[in-house]
T-cell receptor, first 107, second 112 residues
């Protein structure tokens, strides 16, 4: 079974800071997902990637297949980015999820 | 499109009671999933379905049952509720196994 580790578990940042959240996994995968869980509980998919880099607005996701590692970057962070960010990996089994990184951005 | 809908939003059950959590999607997705989320833990897969009439166990299926008679609906049945089933339950759907998943708003269940 794939083990998914996220770091840090908790992160507090000042508005405007550049933020990086890391995800490592133990077994080769076909795709990696980044999700956002809002304070109200709703979960939305941010990215799905299997190689390279994807960008959407101020969010950038990268993956290094050889190193079994992915990062989620947030540029010019804003209080509305405060949420739990979840990494999930897809191999031969259904998605395996990390425990999430709780981000608080302070104005 | 409503996306993925779940009912109820909240429920309190007594030990030993049964209930069904409803999930429906209007995106014509083949794959549907039930997850539970416990505090401080990652989402755990309970059951999933790859199409009408086909279901399979996930990581934590004990105490639950599912059925998939239509593409749209994927109800989760709890038999003989136990305090260990206190959790937030999310239903999700995707077009195929490798595609992004769309999540419902969740059902917060407490078993006392």
């Amino acid at each position: 079974k794939n083990e998914v580790e996220q770091s840090p578990q908790n992160l507090t940042a000042q508005e405007g800071e550049f933020i990086t959240i890391n995800c490592s996994y133990s077994v080769g995968i076909s795709a990696l997902h980044w999700l956002q869980q809002h304070p109200g509980g709703g979960i939305v998919s941010l990215f799905m990637l299997s190689s390279g880099k994807k960008k959407h607005g101020r969010l950038i996701a990268t993956i290094n297949i050889q190193e079994k590692h992915s990062s989620l970057h947030i540029t010019a962070s804003h209080p509305r980015d405060s949420a739990v960010y979840i990494c999930a990996v897809k191999g031969n089994t259904p998605l395996v999820f990390g425990k999430g990184t709780r981000l608080s951005v302070i104005a | 499109n409503a996306g993925v809908t779940q009912t109820p939003k909240f429920r309190i059950l007594k030990i030993g009671q049964s209930m069904t959590l409803q999930c429906a999607q209007d995106m014509n997705h083949n794959y549907m999933y039930w997850y539970r989320q416990d505090p401080g833990m990652g989402l755990k897969l309970i059951y999933y379905s790859v199409g009408a009439g086909i279901t399979d166990k996930g990581e934590v299926p004990n105490g639950y049952n599912v059925s998939r008679s239509t593409t749209e609906d994927f109800p989760l049945r709890l038999e003989l509720a136990a305090p260990s089933q206190t959790s937030v339950y999310f239903c999700a759907s995707s077009l195929a196994g490798i595609n992004e998943q769309f999540f419902g708003p969740g059902t917060r269940l407490t078993v006392l």
